[in-house]
């Protein structure tokens, strides 16, 4: 195989050959195929292994500075003193980061808890999940008026990501996350097979380029909506995260309590805001250019 990589939203694509494919013949056709390159990287802080995530080579830095950040090992980018591979193996593997902090910084590894309250397979309940997280990261406040966005412009969110979703035009086999601010405009997207490594490169991009806090911005996934995902939007403090797909229980609860607005099943026309609908600002509604949606609580707003 060979493969490839791009700076930009672009991820690592493998070529196969010999892949015996079926279309509306009994005959398969011989041909090549692209496919989503899959490759563990492992992160090290001040030289000490932290974490081994199956990764999408490419934006391996800012991965490393969004997982730390969203983790709340690091603050700000001042925190980071040095982001770069350590180097090669005797084996020749070189899928190993380092992050060097800075002299001021101290850090507890235990804090370094995805395995524990991020992992959907795990039986810690979701109170205690939620406190542990608001230890790290607090809610966001409740006066959010900055943070507006037009029903109109969610609607176009998913068609300006999928544009720049080169990679799964070729493989159909990526997650893509993007950051815009609340007029639609697109900041930065980022593929990788996992969903929760695509929130990570975004969310590393800004940091190491000074973006947060992100106020006034929205983050898309391509997929579902997790704890995981909502919970790393708390820590670049994005109040509102929108999703293609289904968001899960735990998310909801997540977001409800931490004062973020949780969009679901974002196709077409179609949404479902969860909660805090207030920041879904319906422009179209008549007598008015600026309408916020109120809802009772606990509803769910429904647009068709």
Not at 121 to 133: D, P, Q
Not at 249 to 258: C, H
């Amino acid at each position: 195989m060979a493969s490839e990589i791009s700076n930009d939203c672009k991820a690592s694509v493998a070529t196969t050959s010999g892949v015996h494919r079926y279309r509306r013949s009994d005959q398969p056709e011989i041909a090549d195929d692209f496919l989503s390159v899959e490759e563990p990287l492992e992160i090290r802080v001040n030289g000490q292994s932290v974490s081994v995530t199956m990764r999408t080579p490419g934006d391996d830095e800012a991965l490393c500075a969004g997982f730390l950040l969203t983790e709340g090992m690091i603050h700000s980018r001042d925190d980071i003193a040095a982001i770069g591979p350590w180097p090669t193996l005797p084996q020749g593997i070189g899928n190993v980061m380092n992050v060097t902090l800075s002299p001021n910084v101290t850090i507890d590894m235990a804090k370094l808890t995805r395995h524990v309250f991020a992992s959907s397979s795990c039986g810690l309940c979701g109170k205690a999940s939620i406190a542990n997280v608001q230890m790290q990261f607090p809610a966001l406040p409740a006066d959010n008026s900055q943070a507006g966005i037009a029903l109109s412009v969610v609607r176009s969110l998913p068609a300006a990501l999928l544009a720049a979703q080169e990679s799964f035009a070729r493989t159909g086999g990526l997650h893509a996350a993007g950051i815009f601010d609340v007029n639609g405009q697109l900041i930065v997207a980022r593929e990788d097979v996992g969903r929760h490594n695509a929130v990570d490169k975004v969310i590393g991009h800004g940091l190491l380029n000074g973006m947060p806090p992100f106020a006034q911005h929205v983050l898309l996934v391509s997929g579902r909506a997790s704890f995981e995902i909502v919970q790393k939007a708390l820590a670049a403090r994005i109040p509102i995260v929108a999703a293609v797909s289904a968001p899960s229980s735990l998310a909801v609860d997540f977001a409800k309590a931490n004062g973020q607005t949780l969009i679901g099943f974002l196709r077409g026309e179609s949404l479902n805001v969860y909660c805090h609908p207030e920041r879904v600002r319906n422009t179209s509604s008549p007598g008015s250019a600026d309408v916020p949606v109120g809802l009772l609580p606990g509803t769910v707003r429904m647009f068709r």
